[in-house]
């Protein structure tokens, strides 16, 4: 359980680092092809289906970046929530597909698009540290996300990311998911793993 005390401080926090992700991203309007562009070969050969997301607001794109994996021959596909109160779940996507907001609004693949597990996952964040520490928008929609793929079997989760959003430590509880590793416009950043 979380101290109400705890929660506002990481309201606050959020709303720092939603600040700070928005000057970033007018400091580098081409980050996002520049962090695809430093995408290790080896990571794009590696997985069958590359689910990314829809940028909103000040978050990089992934777009660049899942061209690269679909060029790799990697399947693509977008997170859609079906209900608010559920985790989200992944469906197919084809570049030209047609979308619609899902429950939060966010555009998605349409219902009849075919469901997917992906291997690797694309996700943003409005900060991130090096141990693989991940602070998402707070709703918790991804880490439940996460939390259900991995329990069907392996995911990479890539966060993507500026540069500029590494903390020295990304505040986690227990049910938060962490990052396998971390894309930037500046390099590719493998999570240091607790030994």
Known sequence: ???????????????????????????????AEQAAGLCPSGLLERFGCVAGYRA??????PWPLMLRFAEAGAALALPAAYRRDQPMGFRAYVPGDALAPDAFGIESPLPGAPERKPDLVIA???????????????????DRALAALRARGPVFVLGLAYAGQAVAAAPMEDHDQRLDAILTEKGYIEAEKEP
């Open 56 to 61: 909103t607001g000040a978050e990089i794109d």
């Open 124 to 142: 943003p964040l409005l900060a991130f540290d090096r141990s693989g520490g991940r602070m998402g928008r707070g709703g918790g929609h991804y």
């Open 1 to 31: 359980m979380v101290h109400a005390s705890a929660a506002s401080a990481k309201t606050i926090l959020r709303l720092e680092l939603r600040g700070r992700r928005k000057l970033l991203a007018s400091q580098a309007p081409d980050a």
